[in-house]
Protein backbone atom coordinates (compact mmCIF):
# COMPACT_ATOMS: atom_id res chain seq x y z
CA UNK A 1 0.00 0.00 0.00
CA UNK A 2 1.31 3.19 -0.64
CA UNK A 3 2.21 5.68 1.97
CA UNK A 4 -0.76 8.12 0.65
CA UNK A 5 -3.47 5.26 0.91
CA UNK A 6 -1.55 4.31 4.52
CA UNK A 7 -1.90 7.67 5.28
CA UNK A 8 -5.86 8.03 4.54
CA UNK A 9 -6.69 4.97 6.35
CA UNK A 10 -4.26 6.04 9.28
CA UNK A 11 -6.90 8.82 9.66
CA UNK A 12 -9.87 6.75 9.29
CA UNK A 13 -8.16 4.77 11.97
CA UNK A 14 -8.19 8.27 14.00
CA UNK A 15 -12.05 8.70 13.38
CA UNK A 16 -12.81 5.66 15.08
CA UNK A 17 -14.53 4.11 11.31
CA UNK A 18 -11.46 1.40 10.57
CA UNK A 19 -13.47 -1.94 10.23
CA UNK A 20 -11.57 -4.81 12.08
CA UNK A 21 -9.53 -5.93 9.25
CA UNK A 22 -8.14 -1.96 8.88
CA UNK A 23 -7.40 -1.50 12.50
CA UNK A 24 -6.00 -4.62 12.53
CA UNK A 25 -3.74 -3.57 9.30
CA UNK A 26 -2.63 -0.51 11.51
CA UNK A 27 -1.26 -2.30 14.35
CA UNK A 28 0.97 -4.61 12.02
CA UNK A 29 1.64 -1.99 10.12
CA UNK A 30 3.30 -0.40 12.88
CA UNK A 31 4.71 -3.43 14.66
CA UNK A 32 6.35 -4.12 11.36
CA UNK A 33 8.83 -1.52 12.58
CA UNK A 34 10.55 -3.85 14.09
CA UNK A 35 11.14 -6.05 10.68
CA UNK A 36 11.94 -3.35 7.94
CA UNK A 37 15.31 -3.75 6.16
CA UNK A 38 17.78 -2.12 8.43
CA UNK A 39 19.94 1.35 8.24
CA UNK A 40 22.49 2.69 10.10
CA UNK A 41 20.58 4.84 12.01
CA UNK A 42 18.05 1.86 13.05
CA UNK A 43 21.22 -0.32 14.15
CA UNK A 44 22.55 2.10 16.73
CA UNK A 45 21.30 1.47 20.09
CA UNK A 46 18.46 3.16 21.88
CA UNK A 47 17.49 4.86 18.61
CA UNK A 48 15.50 1.81 17.47
CA UNK A 49 13.25 2.34 20.66
CA UNK A 50 13.46 5.56 21.05
CA UNK A 51 11.64 6.13 17.43
CA UNK A 52 9.25 3.23 17.63
CA UNK A 53 8.51 4.50 21.50
CA UNK A 54 7.72 8.07 20.11
CA UNK A 55 5.20 6.26 17.35
CA UNK A 56 3.69 4.53 20.45
CA UNK A 57 3.21 6.75 22.20
CA UNK A 58 1.52 9.59 20.12
CA UNK A 59 -0.95 6.31 18.68
CA UNK A 60 -1.79 5.01 22.01
CA UNK A 61 -2.22 8.43 24.17
CA UNK A 62 -4.56 9.88 21.28
CA UNK A 63 -6.39 6.48 20.81
CA UNK A 64 -6.26 3.72 23.06
CA UNK A 65 -7.47 4.30 27.67
CA UNK A 66 -7.53 0.83 29.33
CA UNK A 67 -11.39 0.55 28.76
CA UNK A 68 -10.45 -0.14 25.00
CA UNK A 69 -10.99 2.63 21.72
CA UNK A 70 -11.50 6.02 22.52
CA UNK A 71 -12.61 8.66 19.86
CA UNK A 72 -11.65 11.94 20.25
CA UNK A 73 -13.23 15.25 19.46
CA UNK A 74 -12.80 16.36 16.02
CA UNK A 75 -10.10 19.14 17.16
CA UNK A 76 -8.19 16.44 18.94
CA UNK A 77 -8.34 14.06 16.23
CA UNK A 78 -7.15 16.14 13.65
CA UNK A 79 -4.22 17.15 15.81
CA UNK A 80 -3.18 13.95 16.29
CA UNK A 81 -3.05 13.03 12.98
CA UNK A 82 -0.89 15.52 11.89
CA UNK A 83 1.43 14.66 14.68
CA UNK A 84 1.63 11.11 14.03
CA UNK A 85 1.62 11.84 10.13
CA UNK A 86 4.21 14.06 10.52
CA UNK A 87 6.20 10.98 12.38
CA UNK A 88 5.21 8.59 9.68
CA UNK A 89 6.67 10.98 6.86
CA UNK A 90 9.58 10.90 8.61
CA UNK A 91 9.52 7.22 9.07
CA UNK A 92 8.64 7.26 5.20
CA UNK A 93 11.90 8.72 4.55
CA UNK A 94 14.29 6.54 6.57
CA UNK A 95 12.67 2.93 5.66
CA UNK A 96 10.19 3.14 3.01
CA UNK A 97 11.82 5.42 0.67
CA UNK A 98 15.63 4.01 1.56
CA UNK A 99 17.01 7.25 2.63
CA UNK A 100 20.45 7.08 3.70
CA UNK A 101 21.66 8.09 6.82
CA UNK A 102 25.38 7.34 7.53
CA UNK A 103 25.92 4.54 10.40
CA UNK A 104 27.91 6.21 13.29
CA UNK A 105 31.64 4.34 13.50
CA UNK A 106 33.69 4.71 16.70
CA UNK A 107 37.19 5.08 16.28
CA UNK A 108 39.34 3.36 19.24
CA UNK A 109 43.60 4.55 19.31
CA UNK A 110 45.37 2.69 22.01
CA UNK A 111 49.19 3.82 22.87
CA UNK A 112 51.09 0.60 22.52
CA UNK A 113 53.19 -0.45 25.87
CA UNK A 114 56.81 1.59 25.78
CA UNK A 115 55.33 4.16 23.48
CA UNK A 116 53.86 7.64 23.58
CA UNK A 117 51.18 8.27 20.73
CA UNK A 118 50.40 11.48 19.16
CA UNK A 119 47.52 11.70 17.31
CA UNK A 120 45.68 14.86 15.44
CA UNK A 121 41.64 14.82 15.89
CA UNK A 122 39.36 16.03 12.55
CA UNK A 123 39.58 19.67 14.28
CA UNK A 124 43.23 19.59 14.02
CA UNK A 125 42.90 19.64 17.89
CA UNK A 126 46.51 17.12 19.34
CA UNK A 127 46.24 14.24 21.93
CA UNK A 128 49.28 12.63 23.38
CA UNK A 129 48.21 9.14 24.57
CA UNK A 130 50.61 8.01 27.46
CA UNK A 131 51.72 3.98 26.75
CA UNK A 132 48.66 1.79 27.40
CA UNK A 133 46.57 4.17 27.27
CA UNK A 134 43.03 4.23 25.32
CA UNK A 135 40.90 6.98 23.54
CA UNK A 136 37.53 6.28 21.61
CA UNK A 137 35.66 8.98 19.42
CA UNK A 138 32.80 8.97 16.66
CA UNK A 139 32.49 9.51 13.14
CA UNK A 140 29.93 12.19 14.85
CA UNK A 141 33.18 13.95 16.40
CA UNK A 142 33.15 18.14 15.16
CA UNK A 143 29.35 17.88 13.54
CA UNK A 144 27.23 19.76 16.78
CA UNK A 145 30.21 18.70 19.65
CA UNK A 146 33.29 17.53 20.19
CA UNK A 147 33.49 14.45 22.44
CA UNK A 148 35.60 11.52 23.44
CA UNK A 149 36.10 9.26 25.81
CA UNK A 150 39.00 8.70 27.83
CA UNK A 151 38.84 4.68 28.54
CA UNK A 152 42.10 4.04 29.98
CA UNK A 153 45.04 5.77 31.30
CA UNK A 154 46.44 9.25 30.74
CA UNK A 155 46.21 11.72 27.83
CA UNK A 156 47.34 15.96 27.59
CA UNK A 157 45.10 17.46 24.77
CA UNK A 158 45.82 20.84 22.75
CA UNK A 159 42.53 21.81 21.77
CA UNK A 160 41.64 23.96 18.57
CA UNK A 161 39.45 26.98 19.98
CA UNK A 162 36.10 26.89 18.61
CA UNK A 163 32.98 28.42 20.62
CA UNK A 164 30.14 26.78 18.66
CA UNK A 165 31.92 23.18 19.51
CA UNK A 166 32.44 22.68 23.03
CA UNK A 167 35.25 20.13 23.48
CA UNK A 168 34.52 17.16 26.32
CA UNK A 169 36.39 14.41 27.54
CA UNK A 170 34.23 11.79 29.55
CA UNK A 171 36.69 9.78 31.97
CA UNK A 172 34.62 7.79 34.12
CA UNK A 173 31.80 9.60 36.06
CA UNK A 174 33.73 13.03 35.40
CA UNK A 175 33.37 14.53 32.10
CA UNK A 176 35.60 17.93 31.26
CA UNK A 177 34.24 20.35 28.95
CA UNK A 178 36.91 23.16 27.60
CA UNK A 179 36.37 25.43 23.96
CA UNK A 180 40.01 26.25 23.74
CA UNK A 181 42.82 25.04 26.09
CA UNK A 182 45.94 22.20 26.75
CA UNK A 183 45.02 20.33 29.79
CA UNK A 184 45.69 16.58 31.03
CA UNK A 185 43.76 13.61 32.38
CA UNK A 186 44.40 10.88 34.62
CA UNK A 187 42.13 8.44 34.71
CA UNK A 188 43.84 4.80 35.37
CA UNK A 189 41.11 2.18 36.75
CA UNK A 190 43.96 0.79 39.09
CA UNK A 191 44.40 4.07 40.56
CA UNK A 192 41.97 5.35 43.70
CA UNK A 193 41.29 9.54 41.81
CA UNK A 194 40.98 10.87 38.39
CA UNK A 195 43.46 13.92 38.26
CA UNK A 196 42.32 16.94 35.80
CA UNK A 197 45.37 19.93 35.32
CA UNK A 198 45.47 22.76 33.21
CA UNK A 199 48.41 23.88 31.49
CA UNK A 200 46.36 26.97 30.15
CA UNK A 201 43.22 27.99 29.22
CA UNK A 202 40.12 27.16 31.74
CA UNK A 203 37.87 24.04 31.94
CA UNK A 204 34.37 23.18 33.35
CA UNK A 205 34.88 19.68 35.45
CA UNK A 206 31.07 18.31 36.31
CA UNK A 207 30.13 14.59 37.55
CA UNK A 208 27.17 12.54 36.86
CA UNK A 209 25.13 15.01 38.37
CA UNK A 210 26.54 18.32 38.65
CA UNK A 211 29.13 20.99 38.05
CA UNK A 212 31.75 20.37 40.82
CA UNK A 213 34.59 23.25 40.13
CA UNK A 214 36.42 25.02 36.87
CA UNK A 215 40.39 24.85 36.86
CA UNK A 216 42.54 27.80 35.71
CA UNK A 217 46.27 27.38 34.42
CA UNK A 218 48.69 25.36 36.72
CA UNK A 219 45.27 23.92 39.07
CA UNK A 220 44.70 20.56 39.47
CA UNK A 221 41.44 18.31 40.50
CA UNK A 222 42.06 15.19 42.21
CA UNK A 223 38.54 13.37 42.57
CA UNK A 224 38.45 10.20 44.95
CA UNK A 225 36.50 7.16 42.74
CA UNK A 226 35.33 6.01 46.00
CA UNK A 227 33.03 8.87 47.75
CA UNK A 228 32.96 11.30 45.02
CA UNK A 229 35.17 14.16 46.79
CA UNK A 230 37.92 16.25 45.36
CA UNK A 231 40.44 18.47 46.00
CA UNK A 232 42.11 21.39 44.22
CA UNK A 233 45.66 22.39 44.08
CA UNK A 234 48.23 23.31 42.02
CA UNK A 235 50.92 20.53 40.10
CA UNK A 236 54.51 20.85 39.10
CA UNK A 237 54.08 20.56 35.48
CA UNK A 238 57.86 19.60 34.66
CA UNK A 239 57.32 16.16 35.89
CA UNK A 240 53.86 15.95 35.74
CA UNK A 241 53.74 16.37 31.39
CA UNK A 242 57.47 14.86 31.12
CA UNK A 243 55.93 11.77 29.59
CA UNK A 244 54.49 13.95 26.87
CA UNK A 245 57.65 14.79 25.53
CA UNK A 246 58.67 10.98 25.76
CA UNK A 247 60.53 11.53 28.78
CA UNK A 248 59.88 8.74 31.87
CA UNK A 249 60.79 11.08 34.86
CA UNK A 250 61.03 10.06 38.82
CA UNK A 251 61.64 12.57 41.33
CA UNK A 252 62.24 11.46 44.87
CA UNK A 253 59.46 8.81 43.73
CA UNK A 254 58.50 6.01 46.42
CA UNK A 255 59.10 1.97 45.08
CA UNK A 256 54.71 1.86 44.54
CA UNK A 257 55.03 5.37 41.93
CA UNK A 258 58.10 3.65 40.62
CA UNK A 259 56.15 0.04 39.91
CA UNK A 260 52.97 1.82 38.91
CA UNK A 261 54.77 3.89 36.10
CA UNK A 262 56.59 0.74 35.04
CA UNK A 263 53.42 -1.12 35.07
CA UNK A 264 51.88 1.79 32.68
CA UNK A 265 54.18 2.25 30.53
CA UNK A 266 56.19 -1.04 29.77
CA UNK A 267 53.40 -3.38 31.06
CA UNK A 268 56.12 -5.42 33.85
CA UNK A 269 55.23 -6.15 37.72
CA UNK A 270 57.80 -5.27 40.20
CA UNK A 271 57.99 -6.55 43.12
CA UNK A 272 60.34 -6.54 46.31
CA UNK A 273 59.79 -8.03 49.97
CA UNK A 274 62.79 -6.02 50.98
CA UNK A 275 61.62 -3.20 53.67
CA UNK A 276 64.96 -0.77 52.51
CA UNK A 277 64.10 -1.37 49.17
CA UNK A 278 60.64 -0.05 49.66
CA UNK A 279 60.98 2.94 51.90
CA UNK A 280 64.32 4.38 49.44
CA UNK A 281 63.27 6.85 47.08
CA UNK A 282 63.66 6.93 43.57
CA UNK A 283 64.92 9.20 40.76
CA UNK A 284 65.22 8.01 36.73
CA UNK A 285 65.42 9.57 33.78
CA UNK A 286 64.82 8.11 30.20
CA UNK A 287 63.43 8.28 27.05
CA UNK A 288 60.27 5.85 26.52
CA UNK A 289 60.72 5.39 23.23
CA UNK A 290 64.08 4.72 22.89
CA UNK A 291 65.43 2.82 26.13
CA UNK A 292 64.15 -0.59 26.87
CA UNK A 293 62.55 -2.02 30.39
CA UNK A 294 65.38 -4.26 30.98
CA UNK A 295 67.96 -0.97 30.94
CA UNK A 296 65.68 1.00 32.98
CA UNK A 297 66.06 -1.92 35.77
CA UNK A 298 69.73 -2.42 35.14
CA UNK A 299 70.25 1.84 35.60
CA UNK A 300 67.99 2.26 38.99
CA UNK A 301 69.36 -1.34 40.04
CA UNK A 302 73.08 -0.19 40.12
CA UNK A 303 72.04 3.52 41.39
CA UNK A 304 70.65 2.08 44.25
CA UNK A 305 73.04 -0.66 45.29
CA UNK A 306 70.42 -3.62 44.84
CA UNK A 307 69.60 -6.70 42.78
CA UNK A 308 67.18 -8.07 40.69
CA UNK A 309 65.74 -11.21 38.59
CA UNK A 310 63.32 -10.63 35.64
CA UNK A 311 60.94 -14.06 35.00
CA UNK A 312 58.53 -12.85 32.02
CA UNK A 313 56.29 -9.82 33.13
CA UNK A 314 57.62 -9.43 36.85
CA UNK A 315 60.73 -7.83 38.03
CA UNK A 316 61.70 -9.27 41.66
CA UNK A 317 64.33 -6.05 43.27
CA UNK A 318 66.09 -8.21 46.26
Not at 158 to 183: H, M, N, Y
Not at 247 to 270: P, R, T
Request: proline fraction near 3%; hydrophobic fraction near 40%.
Amino acid sequence: MKLHSRLKLLRYYLLGKTNEDESRFIDDWYHSVDDTKPIGLWQQDGKRNAIRGSIQVRIWEHIHNPAGLKILPLRERLMAAACIAALLIGIYWLFLAGGRIEPVQYFTVTAPLGEIKQIQLPDSSQVWLKSGTTLQYSSQYGKQTRSLELVEGEAFFAVQKDSSKPFIVRAGQLETKVLGTAFNIQAYSGRPAVQVWVEHGRVQISDSTKVLTELSKGRRLQWLRADGNFTVDSLDWKQALAWQKGILLLEAASFSELAFELKEIYGVVVITNTASIRSQHYDAKFFINKTSINDIIATVAEVHSIRYKIQGNTITLY
